[in-house]
């Protein structure tokens, strides 16, 4: 299952409401978290898995000018590129929803990193451990942002091997990198990942951990 | 990548639907941005327009949620959402994090809000 899994609800267009739970009247701030991986991670399955509404699917396109620009009859096959990605919501009180985005990690879905990236609060990196290799980039990405993130193994079907401390080798992750097992089908589990995330930034807010951190 | 009624869309027709326009590199809005209908769609309003407007009474809506319920680029809903904004038609309620002085920078008392939030899941 991956990041075009889902349409919107049927009817949605036409409907004029808003399927499933609408957001309470007194939301006034909206929190975001970005959940990166190669294709089949699990991306779409954490987000369902901990959302309070089902997953929904959008899009979003890039057209790159001067391709075809001085040609009328090329303008439809300019170079478009349009990625889908997945979200859901979980609201924390009156006032204050988090929305969860599934990212496709590949380079070139790159100018939606920088949407989903802006304000969002950190990033969790869902491995595959049999495929390890397809969050390289997601994570040279997100350490040039300067994106505080937390790596969560999705052990679904690799038997609990490679251990922990192998995956942090493959992956050279630096040793205050939080890096956990979880299984993105099970609500606690996925819960328990964005809770290690958000006390990670907590610890990265606090002024003892900034002391650490540069010494 | 599966077809949807979007990629089947005529290009031309989408760039019809933003009379042209792309946005303001000032004033653009979140994903994440909620959107609050001030007015009810009316008639002669563009259809787009008046489905954004039924979307959004009584309760805000994302604009992410917009675009996938509408089944338009996130980009064109924005281009569309300005132009009610514009007019009064509707409000935004933008995220704390589009005032927050750095990226990234999200303070610790909102950290421990989104805390108690997901500990109580």
Same mark, same amino acid.
């Given at each position: 299952?991956?990041?075009?899994?889902?349409?919107?609800?049927?009817?949605?267009?036409? %409907?004029?409401?808003?399927?499933?739970?609408?957001?309470?009247?007194?939301?006034?701030?909206?929190?975001?978290i970005v959940i990166v991986g190669? !294709?089949?991670?699990?991306?779409?399955?954490m987000?369902?898995?901990?959302?309070?509404?089902?997953?929904?699917?959008?899009?979003?396109?890039?057209?790159?000018? %001067?391709?075809?620009?001085?040609?009328?009859?090329?303008?439809?096959?300019?170079?478009?590129?349009?990625?889908? !990605?997945? /979200? %859901?919501?979980?609201?924390?009180?009156?006032?204050?929803?988090?929305? =969860? !985005?599934?990212?496709?990690?590949?380079?070139?879905?790159? /100018?939606?990193?920088?949407?989903? !990236?802006?304000?969002?609060?950190g990033a969790i990196v869902l491995?595959?451990?049999?495929?390890?290799?397809?969050? /390289?980039?997601?994570?040279?990405?997100?350490?040039?942002?300067?994106?505080?993130f937390v790596v969560a193994?999705?052990? /679904?079907?690799?038997?609990?091997?490679?251990?922990?401390?192998?995956?942090?080798?493959? =992956?050279?992750?630096?040793?205050?990198?939080?890096?956990?097992?979880?299984?993105?089908?099970?609500?606690?589990?996925?819960?328990?990942v964005l809770?290690t995330l958000?006390?990670?930034?907590?610890?990265?807010?606090?002024?003892?951990?900034?002391?650490?951190?540069?010494? | 990548?599966?077809?949807?009624?979007?990629?089947?869309?005529?290009?031309?027709?989408?760039?019809?639907?933003?009379?042209?326009?792309?946005?303001?590199?000032?004033?653009?809005?979140? *994903?994440?941005?909620?959107?609050?209908?001030?007015?009810?769609?009316?008639?002669?309003?563009?259809?787009?327009?008046?489905?954004? *407007?039924?979307?959004?009474?009584?309760?805000?809506?994302?604009?992410?949620?917009?675009?996938?319920?509408?089944? *338009?680029?996130?980009?064109?809903?924005?281009?569309?959402?300005?132009?009610?904004?514009?007019?009064?038609?509707?409000?935004?309620?933008?995220?704390?994090?589009?005032?927050?002085?750095?990226?990234?920078?999200?303070?610790?008392?909102?950290?421990?809000?989104?805390?108690?939030?997901?500990?109580?899941?």
């Amino acid at each position: 299952m991956d990041s075009k899994a889902f349409d919107p609800p049927p009817g949605a267009r036409t %409907g004029g409401q808003i399927a499933g739970t609408p957001l309470r009247r007194t939301v006034r701030d909206a929190l975001k978290i970005v959940i990166v991986g190669g !294709f089949g991670a699990g991306k779409t399955t954490m987000v369902g898995s901990v959302s309070e509404i089902r997953p929904l699917s959008t899009e979003e396109t890039m057209t790159r000018a %001067g391709i075809g620009i001085d040609d009328p009859g090329r303008v439809k096959t300019k170079n478009t590129t349009t990625v889908a !990605f997945d /979200f %859901g919501r979980i609201s924390l009180d009156a006032h204050k929803v988090l929305y =969860l !985005f599934g990212a496709p990690g590949q380079e070139r879905f790159w /100018f939606l990193w920088d949407q989903l !990236f802006s304000g969002s609060l950190g990033a969790i990196v869902l491995v595959d451990t049999r495929r390890l290799e397809d969050c /390289f980039y997601s994570l040279d990405r997100l350490e040039a942002h300067a994106m505080p993130f937390v790596v969560a193994v999705n052990r /679904f079907g690799d038997g609990g091997r490679p251990t922990l401390d192998r995956v942090r080798d493959a =992956l050279s992750l630096d040793e205050g990198i939080p890096l956990i097992d979880c299984d993105a089908r099970v609500r606690d589990s996925s819960k328990t990942v964005l809770v290690t995330l958000v006390r990670h930034l907590t610890r990265l807010r606090e002024p003892s951990a900034v002391q650490e951190a540069t010494s | 990548m599966t077809p949807r009624p979007l990629s089947r869309e005529d290009p031309d027709r989408l760039y019809t639907v933003t009379g042209g326009r792309s946005e303001a590199a000032d004033d653009t809005l979140d *994903l994440v941005a909620l959107i609050v209908a001030e007015d009810e769609p009316a008639a002669g309003m563009q259809s787009e327009h008046a489905a954004i *407007l039924r979307l959004c009474q009584g309760s805000p809506v994302a604009v992410v949620e917009l675009s996938s319920h509408l089944r *338009l680029p996130v980009s064109v809903v924005k281009i569309l959402l300005l132009d009610l904004r514009d007019t009064g038609r509707v409000t935004v309620r933008h995220p704390s994090s589009a005032a927050a002085p750095a990226a990234h920078q999200a303070d610790l008392e909102t950290l421990k809000q989104v805390l108690v939030g997901l500990e109580s899941l």
